[in-house]
């Protein structure tokens, strides 16, 4: 089975469990779909209020042969904000810079903010749940959510412990393990929004939560720009920010009332260096020398094509 199709199995056993069917053959295929104000979403600037009106009225077509959204024309266009270009879509935010190179001077900080588990977040802060399988779906996501961050906590603990004992070691590994394979059920269920096969199918829902992730995104660069803190790269699920260390005050304010206006939970990375061939395909070097890498230079593993992987590593060395 695949990441997608093993998260559908967990969670329809644990609704069947609970005493509820799940059944493909509830499932209906809408001819369209429309976005919901979520409530929270505020823009200062004209251009993005305008962006936000247009979403808000755009009737997205479904594919009836496959069950796919139809995306809008006009989402084609890059959105600017400063002086910085981003894409939008069906799958998610994308800023739009091309062979980048950054590095940090003790004055500068370059740091990533991820949001932890966003789709999970907002499929929870929401409340969305399939048609066809009913309000259950949430009761055992939320489930699955809080397992998994109650492992992942429990790791971060760990970890900090300088000396450890063989035990802790093996405590360690099986809380990474509890994380890691929860996350992929969280992560890999969402996807099950926009198979038509499957019983959790709900391109409403789908479009709900990258639209709304994509949205929440493009709130807290607008509030960064307008203080004077450079974006340098924002991708689904987090940005990279630049700026002086003397704007670490306004950037925390900003943050912390993001979180706020939102619910979601920012996590931040610092980088030394950050070298991107392209959005999806970069480097990032940390304060301690180890080293982050996507796409191309992301680690190798099963579900990546070992293609000359030796020039990568060589990159990143």
């Known amino acids: 089975k695949s990441d997608a199709q093993i998260a559908e199995a967990l969670i329809t056993h644990e609704i069947n469990k609970a005493g509820h069917t799940v059944s493909r053959d509830k499932v209906t295929q809408p001819v369209t779909v429309q976005y919901r104000d979520p409530g929270f979403i505020r823009f200062e600037s004209a251009n993005m209020q305008s962006l936000y009106s247009h979403i808000l009225h755009t009737v997205f077509f479904v594919r009836q042969s496959t069950g796919s959204i139809i995306m809008s024309e006009w989402m084609d266009a890059p959105i600017t904000i400063g002086d910085k270009r981003y894409r939008i879509g069906i799958g998610g935010l994308h800023s739009m810079e091309q062979s980048q190179y950054i590095t940090c001077t003790p004055d500068m900080m370059l740091v990533d903010y991820d949001v932890a588990s966003y789709y999970p977040s907002i499929i929870l802060q929401q ?9 259950e779906f949430i009761g055992v996501y939320r489930n699955i959510f809080k397992r998994r961050i109650k492992a992942k906590k429990r790791a971060q603990e760990i970890a900090k412990i300088k000396v ?9 590994s099986y809380h990474k393990v509890q994380s890691d394979k929860l996350k992929l059920v969280l992560n890999s269920s969402f996807g099950k929004f926009g198979s038509k096969y499957s019983p959790f199918y709900s391109p409403d829902l789908l479009i709900q939560t990258t639209i709304t992730g994509q949205l929440a995104l493009l709130m807290l660069i607008e509030r960064l720009n307008t203080c004077g803190v450079d974006v340098v790269s924002a991708n689904t699920d987090g940005i990279v920010i630049y700026h002086h260390q003397d704007l670490l005050p306004t950037v925390k304010d900003i ?3 993001w979180q706020l206006d939102t619910s979601y939970q920012l ?9 991107s ?12 020398g180890s080293t982050k890498g996507k796409g191309c230079f992301g680690e190798q593993g099963l579900s990546k094509n070992p293609d000359l992987p030796i020039i990568y590593r060589a990159v990143t060395d």
């Open 127 to 135: 409340g969305l749940y399939p048609a066809a399988v009913g309000e």
């Open 164 to 172: 450890r004992t063989e035990e802790l070691e093996v405590e360690l």
């Open 267 to 275: 996590e931040a990375t610092p980088y030394k260096i950050l070298a």
């Open 277 to 288: 061939r392209d959005v999806n395909n970069y480097v990032a070097v940390k304060p301690d």
């Open 255 to 257: 943050m912390f009332d």
